[in-house]
C-alpha cells in the first residue's frame, strides 16, 4: 500500500472516485451535495492506493489555525475492517498537531459514531441532517490539558 498527501489532480481525482463510489453509489447521496465548494484545485487529500486502486481518502481541511475538520473519510468496500479509516484519522491529526492545532471536530454519519469513539472522539451535538444522512458533530482534544 502506499500512501499519498497533497492537492494534486490525480490525488483529487482518487479521493473523488472513491467518494463518487461510497457516497453517491452507495449511500445515495446527490453528486451536487456530495461536491461541494470545499472541493477547490488546492484542497488537500490523503490518499492510500493499493497498486492503482484508491481504497481509503479523507479531506484535509482545518475550520480555524487551531482546529482541524476531518471530511469525507470513506474505505473502499473491499478494504474495510482493516485499519485503514483509523490510519487516515491518525495521519492527519498528527500533521494538524505539528500545524499547531489542539481540536478536531467532524461530522459523523450515526452509522460510523462507534467508529470514532474508538477514536476518542465525543459526541458534541444533537443528531442533525446533512446531506440528507443524519450526522452527530464529534469532537476531540489532539493535545494533552
Do not use: W
Not at 482518487?14 to 457516497?23: G, H, P, T, V, W
Not at 473519510?73 to 487516515?88: A, S, T
Not at 494538524?96 to 481540536?103: N, P, R, S
Request: aromatic share 12%; charged share 30%; with cysteine.
Amino acid at each position: 500500500m502506499k500512501e499519498y498527501f497533497g492537492a494534486s489532480p490525480k490525488l483529487q481525482a482518487a479521493a473523488f472516485y472513491l467518494r463518487y463510489k461510497i457516497f453517491v453509489l452507495e449511500q445515495n447521496i446527490l453528486p451536487e451535495l456530495e461536491f461541494d465548494m470545499l472541493d477547490t484545485a488546492k484542497r488537500q487529500y490523503v490518499v492510500f492506493f493499493e497498486e492503482n486502486l484508491p481504497i481509503a481518502t479523507v479531506r484535509y481541511q482545518k475550520i480555524d489555525e487551531r482546529t482541524l475538520n476531518p471530511d469525507r473519510l470513506c474505505v473502499h468496500p473491499d478494504f474495510r475492517k482493516q485499519g485503514f479509516g483509523k490510519k487516515l484519522l491518525a495521519q492527519i491529526e498528527e500533521r494538524a498537531k505539528k500545524e499547531g492545532c489542539h481540536t478536531s471536530i467532524l461530522s459523523a454519519e450515526l452509522q460510523a459514531q462507534r467508529f470514532y469513539e474508538k477514536l476518542d472522539y465525543r459526541v458534541s451535538s444533537a443528531p442533525f441532517e446533512e446531506d440528507g444522512i443524519i450526522c452527530v458533530k464529534m469532537k476531540k482534544d489532539l493535545i494533552a490539558e
